[in-house]
């Protein structure tokens, strides 16, 4: 059996110094680099900080909403489920509609996912929330037809859906028309759960950080 | 607003007839290409097909043990939040036992993480389980430690622990010496939950589709 690192704050460092010897972060703003090393962090692909789209002021915008209390709505149980609780700054609500029961019959009649009809529950709570897809890309062009047809603003839009069709598209679009909302997201197929989680818990953390200033 | 696909059936037909296209899948054995289908599938990542170590007869074995109602041992919540739980061929439990209270503690005793330390109370349930690893290069790493010391083998280990520190290290000692399991793994630094999740989804189905034979 080889060797290996067990202390878990050692780990941390280790890992996150391996991120910044080894990523282009100098293109990010302050607020923005601790996220992107969380990305990186989550996903193991240092090659992802060059296909990541953002507001200038994404980081700050969610770090402020969370600080301020709002949920943050998320597109599947694993999104909820890699979000550390401990990290909110007041105890947000973690929203996932997926599995709503209503959910399964309003896709039918809408023609569409099941993850798209989960964004039309969020209504009552989307102003102002921190919006995290991870999974569907259907979601996130659900979303935007909504924010089209009307609907309150996000304060920030994390796009991180994933696979071979509509999540490039999605995040495409997302990128090309933010509808007035902060936005990061990643480029391309590539995205997940684990990077929207990790998005959220950098926000949560840049909030706690600007908390102790 | 871009025009996009909405129906969930053409959706999944789409993304995996781009799968097929694109990938390289005539390396693997017949049960285990929709296992790879699935990986890819699940990260949007086409070139992952040609960096999976894998044991032969992992995907029969795998999907032998779910019919057979082996649980599912995981590593962090996340992967258990990602198993479709109505893919599971006998109701097969699906175990996290990361957040269980006495981890912290028992970490600590044994000077290493919690993800490590929740392996310990896997003792019981180990012998012909299906260990789903998508976070943590520790717990990996003290899972084989445990074989070593005389634990009983799980059937099959899914290897996805991801990031900068042990996860490339882990997999590799993983596919070195797998100590009498089968095993599917991701070599280097990637991986993820969603991954470990969607081997054992793909695991799941090839059971099922077993069944109907």
């Given at each position: 059996m080889r060797p290996y690192l067990r202390d878990p704050a050692a780990i941390?460092?280790?890992?996150?110094?391996?991120?910044?010897?080894?990523?282009?972060?100098?293109?990010?703003?302050?607020?923005?680099?601790?996220?992107?090393?969380?990305?990186?962090?989550?996903?193991?692909?240092?090659?992802?900080?060059?296909?990541?789209?953002?507001?200038?002021?994404?980081?700050e915008t969610g770090g402020l909403a969370l600080a301020?209390?709002?949920?943050?709505?998320?597109?599947?149980?694993?999104?909820?489920?890699?979000?550390?609780?401990?990290?909110l700054p007041a105890e947000n609500d973690v929203v996932v509609t997926l599995n709503d029961p209503s959910v399964a019959d309003m896709a039918k009649d809408l023609g569409t996912t099941r993850s798209a009809a989960a964004v039309e529950l969020w209504e009552d709570r989307i102003e102002g929330a921190v919006v995290a897809v991870g999974n569907a890309p259907t979601a996130l062009f659900h979303l935007l037809e909504k924010?089209?047809?009307?609907?309150?603003?996000?304060?920030?839009?994390?796009?991180?859906?994933?696979?071979?069709?509509?999540?490039a598209e999605s995040k495409a679009e997302l990128a090309a028309n933010p509808r007035g909302?902060?936005?990061?997201?990643?480029?391309?197929?590539?995205?997940?759960?684990?990077?929207a989680s990790a998005a959220v818990n950098a926000l949560a953390l840049g909030a706690s950080r600007k908390a102790l200033q």
């Open positions: 941390y460092d280790e890992s996150f110094a391996t991120v910044r010897r080894e990523a282009r972060l100098d293109r990010f703003p302050a607020a923005m680099e601790p996220v992107v090393v969380r990305l990186i962090h989550a996903c193991g692909m240092i090659e992802i900080a060059d296909r990541l789209a953002f507001s200038p002021a994404a980081a301020a209390g709002a949920p943050v709505l998320c597109d599947c149980e694993m999104v909820g489920a890699g979000i550390t609780r401990r990290l924010l089209d047809a009307g609907w309150p603003r996000p304060s920030v839009i994390l796009g991180f859906p994933v696979g071979f069709v509509g999540a909302s902060d936005f990061i997201a990643l480029k391309g197929r590539r995205g997940g759960s684990a990077m």
